[in-house]
C-alpha cells in the first residue's frame, strides 16, 4: 500500500499534467507511457487521501489531525 501525501502528490501532478497536456505530450517520447495517465492520477489522488488518513508525508509522520482517542480519561477498574 502506498499511503503517503508527499510521494502521493508528486504522483497526482504528474498524472494531473500528463491528462491536461495530452495533446502536446503525444509527439515526444512520453508517448509510450501517456496510456498510464490516468492510473497516476487516480494513484496519486487516492495515495493523498490515504496520506491524509494516517498522517504521513514523505514517510514522517506528521499530526495534521488529532488522535480521535483520549487515553488519560479511560475507564480503571479500581
Not at 515526444?28 to 491524509?52: A, E, H, I, P, Q
Not at 489531525?65 to 479500581?78: M, V
Request: some cysteine; overall charge negative.
Amino acid at each position: 500500500m502506498f499511503g503517503d501525501y508527499g510521494h502521493g502528490s508528486l504522483l497526482l501532478f504528474m498524472g494531473f499534467f500528463m491528462v491536461m497536456f495530452y495533446d502536446s505530450l503525444k509527439e515526444t517520447s512520453m508517448k509510450d507511457v501517456l496510456f498510464l495517465r490516468y492510473l497516476f492520477f487516480m494513484m496519486g489522488f487516492f495515495s493523498c487521501y490515504n496520506g491524509l488518513l494516517y498522517n504521513e508525508w514523505f514517510a514522517i509522520p506528521y499530526p495534521w489531525f488529532q488522535s480521535c482517542y483520549i487515553t488519560d480519561k479511560l475507564p480503571t477498574l479500581d
